[in-house]
């Protein structure tokens, strides 16, 4: 059963120096066009009305970025393929300060649950450095809105390793995003991805990075700082009070299917995960036609399954489960990993107890590192199969 949705809209007032999803300026005309578009395409996967699935992601780009009658459009589109009322968690992506009390009370009234707010730092010349529109009082405004119209189940998210960033200054950050004690965090670490501004002043030998030595301690700032103010560490990056983790985002990371919808979305459904085109021209066009723009279409066998249960598993801080990895693939861990299980135990990065395998505190510094060891030799599998 395919238990997810996550609808991409890829429009944003500005782009930031970072970012490298897909991503187009906001203008009225493309964004009724794009609706329009994502529309025929939805409908071509979903037949019948009010569909049952557990969780909906809206994010982007900004879907908040839309204005009140096309984000009005968006929320009548998922309300009548999906059934919203039984959905257990119905996230929207927002960027502070594109939110304002009427686009609020709009998406509580169409049923959304949860929003995810990128506030990245709370330092206003780390944001204009950024690229970020938005500034530190657009966060208390928006927090405050979402609470008094009851959306209280907000997510923050939160990058660290930012360049001319301090342990001191990220210390800062954490605090201030604690001070709000709402039930989740996200936190990741800047990735500097071609394709971007950041990448090109990279290149140029303009931009540099803090230390390896200093992200780590960086990381291990948040993880402390979480963990003492009751936001328990349940994925690498991702840190909740309990009940509250992103259950859209456990679709990913258990290894289930969804849909993905928009311009260079991703899905995954039995045996495939679909990559739709990116490029807006090219997406409209497909989509009008039949409903499937499609960029690729990756066939996903057994083997594949299998190192992804891993790759995925490993992020969660509980890890695999090893009669979950049996009643999936009908076969112990350990006759296919022994050997890795081994190795990486050695090494410090791996526990495994009855029940899991997981990562150790060290181990999730060495996440690549350690998937590579997830890697199976194509020749062996065929052997065991």
């Given at each position: 059963m395919v238990s997810s949705v996550y609808i991409h809209i890829p429009f944003c007032e500005k782009i930031c120096h970072y970012c490298d999803f897909t991503k187009f300026f906001y203008e009225e005309k493309m964004a009724d066009d794009y609706i329009d578009a994502l529309k025929k395409e939805v409908s071509a996967y979903i037949t019948n009305p009010k569909q049952q699935v557990k969780t909906i992601f809206v994010g982007g780009g900004t879907p908040t970025a839309l204005n009140y009658r096309q984000l009005e459009s968006l929320l009548k589109i998922i309300s009548h393929h999906f059934d919203v009322d039984q959905c257990e968690e119905y996230s929207f992506e927002a960027n502070p300060g594109d939110l304002d009390e009427e686009k609020i009370k709009l998406l509580k009234e169409y049923g959304v649950k949860r929003i995810s707010m990128g506030v990245q730092v709370f330092d206003d010349t780390m944001l204009e450095q950024l690229g970020r529109l938005h500034r530190i009082k657009d966060v208390y405004e928006n927090i405050n809105t979402l609470t008094k119209h009851g959306l209280t189940n907000i997510s923050i998210d939160l990058i660290y390793s930012l360049p001319n960033q301090s342990i001191d200054n990220l210390h800062r950050t954490i605090d201030e995003a604690l001070s709000f004690n709402l039930p989740h965090y996200s936190a990741y670490s800047l990735q500097i991805e071609p394709k971007t501004v950041f990448y090109q002043r990279y290149m140029k030998g303009k931009l540099r990075k803090p230390q390896e030595e200093t992200e780590a301690d960086m990381y291990e700032l948040l993880r402390t700082e979480m963990n003492k103010h009751g936001k328990f560490q349940y994925e690498i990056s991702n840190f909740a009070e309990k009940g509250f983790e992103s259950q859209h985002n456990l679709t990913y990371w258990n290894n289930e299917y969804y849909y993905g919808f928009g311009a260079g979305a991703h899905g995954y459904l039995p045996g495939k995960r679909i990559i739709n085109l990116r490029p807006f021209p090219a997406y409209l066009k497909k989509a009008n036609e039949d409903g499937q723009p499609i960029l690729h279409i990756e066939k996903v066998g057994?083997?594949?399954?299998?190192?992804?249960?891993?790759?995925?598993?490993?992020?969660?801080?509980?890890?695999?489960?090893?009669?979950?990895?049996?009643?999936?693939?009908?076969?112990?861990?350990?006759?296919?990993?022994h050997d890795s299980l081994v190795t990486l135990k050695q090494r410090g990065w791996l526990i495994e107890t009855d029940q899991h395998v997981r990562l150790t505190d060290n181990g999730m510094l060495f996440g690549n590192e350690v998937f590579q060891e997830f890697l199976i030799d194509e020749k062996t599998f065929k052997l065991s199969d």
């Open positions: 057994e083997k594949e399954r299998i190192e992804e249960e891993m790759f995925l598993g490993l992020r969660k801080t509980k890890g695999v489960s090893k009669q979950e990895f049996i009643n999936k693939f009908k076969v112990d861990i350990n006759d296919i990993y």
